[in-house]
């Protein structure tokens, strides 16, 4: 079966410091990948998607970015923190019409 | 462009009663319609989907949905709540155009008094 992992699960980062979570998913081949970020009372905003290695879409424009070095790892990434960056990160492979998350990261910028 | 409305942000209901969540889709052809469940500090869990046929679809958990083109709506329901269904639930849309995107509904927290 499949299964999606995402670290670190929380995080406390001051502003301007960079940033890395990583995403991998186990247990399927050439999946669709994605970032959400999830601000309290906002809903699932989409972030970045991927169709496969080296490829990736940027939904909204902001300091962070994406990679995809290997077919079942996604990264998030930014150089330097803005407050505004703080929520829960997730994660989620999809194929045939459906989305599945990862457990997502929590992340503070203080 | 696609949009997805939860008009409820936050809803109270009793264990044992009923429940209904509402959802309202903005879309020009038929679309990919989902329900996902999120517990406190978790990722998303989908419940159910519709894509066609039959508009009333089951799911996980004993909740069920209704495709009801004419309201554009796809409310989530189950008769009778748990106190563990406590949760925020999301509506998603996806165009069946390109299906590798959803858009989802800003939620709807449940809250379960015993």
């Known amino acids: 079966s499949q299964t999606i992992h995402q670290w670190p699960a929380t995080l406390v980062q001051p502003v301007g410091s960079p940033l890395s979570l990583e995403c991998t998913v186990e247990?399927?081949?050439?999946?669709?990948l994605y970032w959400y970020r999830q601000a309290a009372g906002r809903g699932l905003q989409l972030l970045f998607y991927?169709?496969?290695?080296?490829?990736i879409s940027s939904e909204v424009p902001q300091n962070l970015s994406a990679s995809r070095p290997q077919d079942r790892q996604f990264i998030l990434s930014s150089k330097k923190l803005l407050l505004s960056d703080s929520g829960f990160y997730l994660c989620?492979?999809?194929?045939?019409?459906?989305?599945?998350f990862g457990p997502g990261t929590r992340l503070t910028v203080t | 462009a696609q949009s997805v409305t939860q008009p409820d942000i936050h809803i109270t209901v009793s264990e044992g009663a009923s429940l209904e969540l509402r959802c309202n889709y903005s879309?020009?052809?038929?679309?990919?319609l989902f329900w996902y469940v999120q517990s406190p500090g978790q990722g998303l869990q989908l419940l159910l989907k519709?894509?066609?046929?039959?508009?009333l679809v089951q799911g996980i958990k004993g909740f069920e949905a209704e495709f009801k083109r004419s309201q554009s709506s796809f409310n989530l329901r189950k008769p009778s709540v748990h106190w563990s269904d406590a949760a925020e639930y999301f509506c998603?849309?996806?165009?069946?155009?390109?299906?590798?995107?959803?858009?989802f509904g800003t939620g709807t927290r449940l809250q379960v008094f015993p």
């Open positions: 989620a492979w999809g194929t045939s019409n459906e989305q599945y």
């Open positions: 247990g399927t081949s050439n999946p669709n």
């Open positions: 991927s169709v496969g290695i080296g490829q």
């Open positions: 879309y020009g052809a038929t679309p990919y």
């Open positions: 519709y894509f066609s046929g039959d508009t």
């Open positions: 998603a849309v996806g165009a069946t155009y390109n299906t590798d995107k959803l858009i």
